[in-house]
């Protein structure tokens, strides 16, 4: 799929997703917020300003970086409409970043490129229906069948489901760009050891120092590319 140019590309698509995810999103907060309100102002009952300030503080302590780092890190995987999708649907860490990378991987699609937004968003797709379904199916049978399972194997599940998702998508990009996996892990680790900082500095470090990393390496292979 090749468009002849960016104009082309931005009134085609672009700006019907804009104008399509803004809507959706902006639904989503409405419905979110809305049963919430209707029974504040029906009931007659209002938490102080103070209590919910208080509370949307210890929320934004320990998640206030991702509302600047999720969107950033997985934009060159996600694009465009598989950004608006996926903070819609959820899971974005452990289910549409691995699948949008597994669809540009199957295609052989460089992210970034307008392939890639296509593609990925056909993934992300994929991986929404699906995920109605199986999320369908586990609400009849899920909790009946971890019941049965040995306790060991039912701990597994509930503990390290999460991380093993993570491992697999760190490992299927730690293939294809080594030099950066390393710096992304280990600084991370090395940080951990040595200063015991929160959280989302790690995370800070890790996400935004690989892009430096890896824009630093992109430059030097243009560089040598330009020599030769």
């Known amino acids: 799929m090749n468009y002849t140019s960016s104009e082309e ?13 803004m809507t959706t999103v902006l639904l989503a907060a409405v419905c979110c917020f809305g049963p919430v309100i209707w029974l504040c102002v029906s009931q007659g009952v209002f938490p102080p300003i103070s209590q919910i300030l208080q509370s949307w503080a210890l929320v934004a302590a320990s998640f206030g970086a991702l509302y600047v780092v999720e969107p950033i890190s997985y934009y060159s995987v996600l694009g465009l409409s598989g950004t608006y999708l996926s903070f819609l ?15 540009l991987e199957a295609t052989n699609t460089t ?19 699906v995920n109605i379904f199986f999320t369908t199916l586990a609400a009849f049978v899920g909790a009946a069948l971890i019941n049965v399972l040995p306790p060991v194997v039912a701990d597994a599940f509930k503990n390290y489901s999460a991380p093993a998702i993570f491992g697999a998508a760190f490992g299927q990009f730690a293939v294809k760009y080594p030099k950066i996996a390393v710096f992304s892990l280990g600084a991370p680790v090395l940080l951990k050891l040595l200063f015991n900082p929160p959280a989302f500095v790690l995370i800070i ?24």
Not at 89 to 103: F, Y
Not at 205 to 228: H, P
């Open 111 to 129: 992210p970034g490129t307008q392939q890639a937004e296509v593609v990925s968003t056909l993934g992300i797709t994929g991986s929404i229906l």
């Open 205 to 228: 470090v890790a996400v935004f120092g690989s892009i430096l990393l890896g824009r630093f390496f992109y430059q030097q292979e243009n560089k040598k590319a330009a020599t030769k």
């Open 9 to 21: 590309f931005d009134k085609l698509w672009n700006k019907p997703v804009v104008r399509v995810g």
């Open 89 to 103: 649907s959820g899971n974005i860490g452990n289910m549409r970043v691995p699948c949008a990378a597994m669809a």
